[in-house]
């Protein structure tokens, strides 16, 4: 299967600080992207679908202001939270499809454990 | 909108025997059905998938699972558990393949000697 890397595995940081976290596909293209948040004993939410070039769609519910996400180029996104509080705490992954049809596979990288303090 | 459930939080198994994981999801139509395995600190692994064609479907690692619309299940069965297979084991639907995948709460395997 293809590679995803994420960027950092885990970071802690201050509460009202941003943080980014870097989503790459290493030996494809990926056109399109999803960004996913798991907490504690719940499952993977997606929080949001981004195209490269294109702004990201983001699910209900799902801040768009305080979850920046950016697919600038083919083989990297990035997702910032800004102005973190504890809550925003989590288990963010992302995974990444290259261009094809419904079925084409989407790979998932390994994740990141955000903890805000 | 369509929905997972996973009915067991947690499993144990001794090492070699089988193992049955329940899925059950509610989705309109036929739906597209994954099991995904994530090991601790790894990312998600897919396991086999379901979009069309023969119910009993073959994956990765020995494992197998049956899509039955009477009973709106999708369980994942391997015959014989190997330590390895360790970790948490997630079912998922979605209606337009990868796009919109909504995934259960998981089901954590543990494998005892």
């Known amino acids: 299967g293809a590679v995803v890397s994420q960027h950092p595995s885990w970071v802690i940081c201050k509460s009202g600080t941003s943080v980014k976290i870097e989503c790459r596909s290493l030996?494809?293209?990926?056109?399109?992207m999803f960004w996913y948040r798991q907490f504690p004993k719940q499952s993977l939410m997606l929080m949001a679908t981004?195209?490269?070039?294109?702004?990201?769609?983001?699910e209900q519910g799902v801040e768009k202001d305080k979850f920046l996400i950016n697919h600038a180029s083919l083989t990297l996104s990035t997702l910032t939270v800004t102005s973190a509080h504890p809550e925003d705490s989590s288990f963010y992954i992302c995974?990444?499809?290259?261009?094809?049809?419904?079925?084409?596979?989407?790979?998932f990288g390994q994740g990141t454990r955000l903890t805000v303090v | 909108a369509q929905s997972v459930t996973q009915p067991d939080i947690h499993i144990t198994v001794s090492e070699g025997a089988s193992l049955e994981l329940r899925c059950n999801y509610s989705y309109g139509a036929t739906p597209y059905l994954f099991w995904y395995v994530q090991s601790p600190g790894q990312g998600l692994q897919l396991l086999l998938k379901y979009f069309s064609g023969d119910t009993l479907v073959q994956g990765i690692k020995g494992f197998e699972a049956e899509f039955k619309r009477s009973q709106s299940s999708f369980n994942l069965r391997k015959p014989s558990v190997h330590w390895s297979d360790a970790a948490e084991y997630f079912c998922a639907v979605g209606p337009g393949g990868y796009q919109k995948v909504t995934f259960g709460t998981g089901t954590k395997l543990q494998v005892i000697p």
């Open positions: 030996d494809f293209q990926a056109t399109t």
């Open positions: 981004s195209n490269e070039g294109s702004k990201a769609t983001y």
């Open positions: 995974s990444a499809r290259r261009q094809g049809t419904r079925r084409t596979e989407a790979f």
